[in-house]
């Protein structure tokens, strides 16, 4: 009986203890206000890579990497500055031997681009579309790089087995 008794009182006690205290300092917490990017902004790094099997049934690999370009000149969209892309596209055969390099920009595509994509546009990307005849054939997309906008444009780059480009306007992306 005595041990419950002294149990029961370490209880109360540390009950009692451990009530609420009441804060005597104030606390002070600095707000921190985001200051708005000084300067262009970029779109992050993508690099896609894939291979097909192309002439003469040989296997062929492609590395396509896009990076922002302090080099080329900066583009406003929709009232932000923004630096534009390169791409690079390297093709190697199965043997690991280059077939093709070439660090392409927009000017690349000026042919196959309405007035409003060269000035105001960003090269998004190029993406891997297929393998037909002599021709290795991508889509290159150039528009708004703010994610929240929908603006673009599709243009196609052809290469050809003599390692020669070409670029297109796209009408319908399904042919």
Not at 85 to 105: H, L, Q, W, Y
Not at 122 to 127: K, R
Not at 141 to 168: C, H, M, Q, W
């Amino acid at each position: 009986m005595l041990r419950t008794i002294i149990i029961a009182l370490l209880a109360l006690v540390c009950i009692a203890s451990c009530k609420k205290k009441e804060q005597e300092e104030d606390i002070i917490v600095e707000k921190v206000i985001e200051k708005p990017q000084e300067g262009p902004e970029s779109m992050p790094e993508d690099k896609q890579t894939g291979s097909v099997s192309w002439i003469s049934n040989s296997e062929y690999s492609y590395a396509i990497t896009r990076k922002a370009d302090k080099e080329l000149p900066i583009v406003k969209n929709h009232d932000k500055e923004y630096y534009d892309n390169s791409v690079d596209v390297v093709i190697t055969r199965a043997d690991g031997s280059k077939f093709f390099e070439k660090k392409f920009s927009k000017t690349n595509f000026a042919p196959a681009l309405p007035k409003e994509f060269k000035e105001n546009g960003v090269l998004l990307g190029i993406s891997f579309e297929k393998a037909e005849g002599n021709y290795l054939m991508f889509v290159v997309s150039v528009g708004s790089p703010d994610e929240t906008n929908e603006e673009f444009y599709y243009a196609r780059l052809k290469i050809s087995n003599l390692a020669v480009t070409s670029a297109e306007k796209i009408t319908n992306l399904a042919n």
